[in-house]
């Protein structure tokens, strides 16, 4: 489409309002960068204003006149039992599965660092989890965890594991379910960690290394004394993703679940999603779904602290 | 306890790499794996508990991709799907590259800031957002419109590729367009007939990128989109095909196979882009 035209063949510019903007650098970036920024004030920053204008209203999905009910919403939403088990599911779901992402996505990331043949496939197959919809891969796993033919007691029956009258049913049993989540939602986050801490890895000059092995340390001594502080900052920002991809999503749990046996297994984004869009209740739910918010605030503090300091080293 | 040497060592390390590559290739892989086994098998044979399930203990059969084919609309769900994801590369691109390249040119603090302002609003939620969204959707008449996600999902794939396009466009000279305009173009002259060109690489990235994040939604769609014709794959598959009590496995795990690895094996390709992405800033 675009031609490459030697200099000489550049036509001069008429003058006008259009050729002003588009050589004056002050009027010329926030012309660029109005448009973007328009579409997401309209689309980020409003509905998130909404958000908490919605939250102390009495707004349904039928209902006409929006009326100011104060703090109303956060009182129902206090006392509801189920709130509280969504708050605690969401916290377990959250520090549980970042605890395994970080330990796996380390151990991982250490045995991918080094050249083998056939890396390509392996990292191919690695990455299937995270670069595939997570909504399908979770149906995947509610095969996998199917009351009558769950192919992991069928295995786990074969190898003697489990005795003939022992048949978990994964996702019926409230403890079951929230530990079947929560390895879904390792599984899903791994790989992303994973390459990211890789990229880490790869960033460490490999003299480091070679000088102190040179000195006399062992491999273990090189993990813990040099590798994992260099990585430290990257792993950091590995989990900020993860929180915020765990902490806020609803997919794995509407998918397994429906946040079922008895809302024992509700998070906060599905609890939301029922109370604001299955049940009507804007205003509830947008009260639930700001209690994300804290979490949301606090990853981007630290986000930037992570940004900041790696700009001025 | 005995000195091992430096073989015996290496030895011991692969090893262990080996074991552990092993361990999660199982683990991260299985599913995908069990999804192509089930698509092929009888459904007779996937409801015998006495078969043993990783074989085929009946010849295997194509009956499961004829029922998705023809009596699920699957097929539907996928041109929605290419339809929704071409419509917000479209818009995408048209916010994105010139806010991506101004946000890379902008001298001062103020690019910066800005540039991190923009990706910061990617990691706002669609589970805060959806709330509201449902209204305005209602209040503009978009529900169960496939409009609906053209409009809204913008709010994600913009943040994210001005971000990533601010990356590419950094990592081209400035020289190139000081030449360009030595030569008579003006600033912005220069980035359409001289910057463009050579950043297709950066384009086709935030291309791929906008539309496999849109392949992947699945909040959104299932808030907006009541009537099964207009979802989306990532939606119809895990609400149309598992209602009631029947499961058609066979179908479902085939439909999970058929929308994913086309996604996953092209975003493969990129995903080294989309971690420099994450991690600008972080690492150098």
Known sequence: MMRAPGPSALRPVPRGLFSRIADNETLLWPALLAPAILYIVLLVG??????????????????????????????????????????RNSVIFTIVSQFFVVVFANILAVALSADFRGKWLVRLLILLPWVAPISLGAIGWLWIYDSIYSIINWTARAVGILGPNDWPIWLGQPVLAMASIIIVQIWRIVPLATVIILAGL????????????????????????????????????????????TFTDMIVVFVLTRGGPYDQTQVLATWAFFTGIQGGDLAGGAAVSLFLFPVLVAVAILFLNVARRTEVT | MTILNRRQRNIARAGGRAAVLVFFVTFLAFPFYWMLITTFKTTNDLHDTSHNPYLFNDPPTLEHLRVLFEDTQFVQWLLNTGFVGLAVVAITLLLAVPAGYALARMTGAWGQTLGIAIFLT?????????????????????????????????????????????????????????????????????????????????????????????????????????????????????????????????????????ASVPIAIIYNLFVDRFVAGFTVGAVK
């Open chain 1, 46 to 87: 409003l509905p998130f204003l909404l958000s908490l204008y919605y939250s102390v209203s009495d707004v349904t999905v039928a209902s006409r006149a929006v009326n100011f009910v104060g703090l109303e919403n956060f009182r129902r939403i206090v006392e509801s039992a189920t709130f509280w088990t969504a708050l």
């Open chain 1, 202 to 245: 790869s960033s460490i000059p490999n003299d480091i290394n070679d000088a102190a092995a040179m000195d006399g340390a062992g491999f273990w001594r090189r993990t813990f004394q040099i590798t994992f502080p260099l990585v430290m900052p990257i792993t950091l920002v590995a989990v900020l993703f993860g929180v915020i991809f």
């Open chain 2, 122 to 258: 990617y990691l706002v939620p669609p589970t805060i957002l959806f709330i509201p969204f449902a209204r305005i959707i209602a209040v503009l008449g978009l529900q169960d419109s496939l409009w609906s996600l053209v409009l809204v999902y913008p709010s994600f794939t913009v943040p994210f590729c001005t971000w990533l396009l601010m990356g590419f466009f950094k990592a081209i000279p400035r020289d190139l367009e000081d030449a360009a305009m030595m030569d008579g173009l003006s600033r912005f002259g220069a980035f359409v007939r001289v910057v463009m060109p050579v950043s297709v690489s950066g384009i086709l990235t935030a291309i791929i990128f906008a539309f496999t994040l849109v392949t992947q939604e699945f909040v959104y769609g299932v808030t907006f989109i009541t009537s099964s014709s207009s979802y989306t794959v990532s939606v119809g598959v895990p609400t149309f095909l598992v209602r009631g009590d029947v499961y058609f496995w066979g179908s479902m795990m085939a439909a999970c196979l058929i």
